[in-house]
Nanobody, 123 residues
C-alpha cells in the first residue's frame, strides 16, 4: 500500500523557520520524484517545490525561491522541506506527493498524496 506521511508543521512567528518531512512507503521510493504542495483556505492547491528521483533536478515556485530548500534522503525514504523567513502568506496545509518533477509544478504530474500538515505563520 502506497503511503506518504507528512510531519513537521506547526505555528511559527513571521520570520521563523520550520522543517517539514515526508516519509514514503509501499513503493520503490528512489524511482519517483517527490513534490511539495500547499493549499490555503479558499485557494487552489499550488506547487511549492519538487525534487527528482535520481538526477538532482529541483524546482521551486517563485514565491518560495531563496527561502525554501528541498532535499531527499533515499536511505530513509524521506524528503525534507526547509522553510525559512516564513511569511503569513505561507500559511496553508502542506502536502507531499510522488510523481514527476517538472518546472510547472503541476499537481497533475503527481499521485499518491499524503494527508497534509498544517503550517500557520502568525504573531
Amino acid at each position: 500500500q502506497v503511503q506518504l506521511v507528512e510531519s513537521g508543521g506547526g505555528l511559527v512567528q513571521p520570520g521563523g523557520s520550520l522543517r517539514l518531512s515526508c516519509v514514503g512507503s509501499g513503493f520503490t521510493w528512489r524511482n519517483y520524484a517527490i513534490g511539495w504542495f500547499r493549499q490555503a483556505p479558499g485557494k487552489e492547491r499550488e506547487g511549492v517545490s519538487c525534487i527528482s528521483d535520481s538526477d538532482g533536478i529541483i524546482h521551486y515556485a517563485d514565491s518560495v525561491k531563496g527561502r525554501f530548500t528541498i532535499d531527499r534522503d533515499n536511505a530513509k525514504n524521506t524528503v525534507y522541506l526547509q522553510m525559512n523567513s516564513l511569511q503569513s502568506e505561507d500559511t496553508a496545509v502542506y502536502y507531499c506527493a510522488a510523481g514527476v518533477c517538472l518546472k510547472s509544478l503541476s499537481d497533475e504530474n503527481f499521485g499518491s498524496w499524503g494527508q497534509g500538515t498544517q503550517v500557520t505563520v502568525s504573531s
